[in-house]
Nanobody, 126 residues
């Protein structure tokens, strides 16, 4: 299983928008949940958003609720993170992750996910 995140790398002004993509290859049919996390310099990796692979369940961190939207295209094995009204504090490396286990709930911890992408840099300027 491989997760390839993209869509970052440039500079976006505060208030702008950006869409990140995460393409899954391999046994994507085994995925149960997908997540986006971010890690700012000197800080821990934090939960951003999650979505069930087959259903409509989503969840968001309070810091991004109402601004970010997670979605997926199962036919393309791709999960997106649409980020609107970006703030300078959104600057971080963003990682996508996949979970195969079907027990538990919420899935907001790093340990809840089995596979990770390489990360894509998002930089928001003021």
């Amino acid at each position: 299983v491989q997760l390839q995140a993209s869509g970052g790398g440039g500079l976006v002004q505060a208030g702008g928008s950006l869409r990140l993509s995460c393409v899954a290859s391999g046994r994507a049919s085994s995925f149960y949940h997908m997540g986006w996390f971010r890690q700012a310099p000197g800080k821990e990796r934090m939960f951003v958003a999650r979505a069930s692979w087959s259903g409509g369940t989503t969840g968001y961190a309070d810091a991004v609720k109402g601004r970010f939207t997670i979605s997926k295209d199962n036919a393309k094995n791709t999960v997106y993170l649409q980020m609107n009204s970006l703030k300078t504090e959104d600057t971080a490396v963003y990682y996508c992750a996949a979970r195969t286990g079907r027990t538990g709930s919420h899935y907001r911890g790093i340990g809840d996910y089995d596979y990770w992408g390489q990360g894509t840099q998002v930089t928001v300027s003021s």
